[in-house]
Nanobody, 122 residues
Framework: EVQLVESGGGLVQAGGSLKLSCVASGYIYRTFAMGWFRQSPGLEREMIAAIHFGGAIQYAPSVKGRFTISQGNADNSLDLQMNSLKPEDTAMYYC????????????????WGHGTQVTVSS
């Protein structure tokens, strides 16, 4: 079992920046991948950024060029730097862990963090 703990998030004005972090602990498979998903009220949870096993990085079109995903300083940790935030980025953000090497769809996710709220005011 893997546990994911997120930190960061909060309230920011449009155009501002926030950084999210996530640390995974527990039994980590060799092919473990991590990513960030978000969910707004009434909408489906969606992948916004992921680092797949082997290092390939994937972004959703809505955040590409504004958000940067990277491995954190600690083993099995993940950061998400969010710049030029827009009101439509307001959502609950979830760290995801995936055992099978890719972390880009909900069925690929084996573990979820509890989520951290990001609110962008206009």
């Amino acid at each position: 079992e893997v546990q994911l703990v997120e930190s960061g998030g909060g309230l920011v004005q449009a155009g501002g920046s926030l950084k999210l972090s996530c640390v995974a602990s527990g039994y980590i498979y060799r092919t473990f991948a991590m990513g960030w998903f978000r969910q707004s009220p009434g909408l489906e949870r969606e992948m916004i950024a992921a680092i797949h096993f082997g290092g390939a990085i994937q972004y959703a079109p809505s955040v590409k060029g504004r958000f940067t995903i990277s491995q954190g300083n600690a083993d099995n940790s993940l950061d998400l730097q969010m710049n030029s935030l827009k009101p439509e980025d307001t959502a609950m953000y979830y760290c995801a862990g995936c055992d099978a090497g890719r972390c880009d769809t909900i069925p690929s996710v084996n573990y979820w963090g509890h989520g951290t709220q990001v609110t962008v005011s206009s």
